[in-house]
């Protein structure tokens, strides 16, 4: 599928809401979009290698990690289980590691940056409750665009 969040932006100014932060684009697929999986989780990622276990044909996951930079909440393992199991991408207010692998995966992945620490796994977080981070509501079952010029969410479908 190919769009732009820019065009998007243009052709639909009053249904979508524009991410207000800056995150990185990792993994081979720097254009995604699909409806919206959320994980609200601190410093582990039980939840995130729960749901790259699921099938996500469609879906993007979208993490709130507290913006966090002392643990990575996706790396080269789980990333590779979302692949298998045809998510699109993962948008992750926090820090990733395995980039280099990463960068080789049909999925596309943003996040705030880097760690090389992962997290321990303890099973604490909360799957598909309302976010908020990067002055914009995220919501299950709403729709995330996204791409090298940002990221664009809508409560309908634009494409």
């Known amino acids: 599928m190919s769009f732009s969040t820019p065009d ?3 052709d639909h100014p009053d249904a979508v809401r524009v991410l207000e932060i800056d995150l990185n684009n990792y993994g081979s697929r720097k254009t995604f ?3 919206i999986v959320t994980i609200k989780c ?3 990622n039980s939840l995130v290698k729960d749901q790259a276990n699921q099938p996500g044909k469609g879906k993007v996951m979208v993490v709130d990690g507290g913006g966090s930079a002392r643990r990575a909440l996706l790396g080269d393992m789980i990333a590779e289980k979302a692949v298998e199991n045809g998510w699109e991408g ?30 321990e796994k303890r099973g604490i977080g909360d799957l598909n409750v309302p976010l908020h981070f990067g002055g914009i509501d995220l919501i299950p079952g709403e729709y995330v665009y996204a791409d ?8 309908q479908k634009l494409l």
């Open 90 to 119: 993962i948008i992750i207010y926090g820090r990733i590691r395995d980039v280099d692998i990463i960068n080789t995966l049909d999925l596309g992945v943003q996040a705030l940056g880097t760690v090389p620490v992962k997290t």
């Open 42 to 44: 601190f410093e582990d």
């Open 148 to 155: 090298n010029n940002g990221v664009v969410v809508s409560s």
């Open 8 to 10: 998007l932006c243009d």
């Open 33 to 35: 979009c699909g409806e």
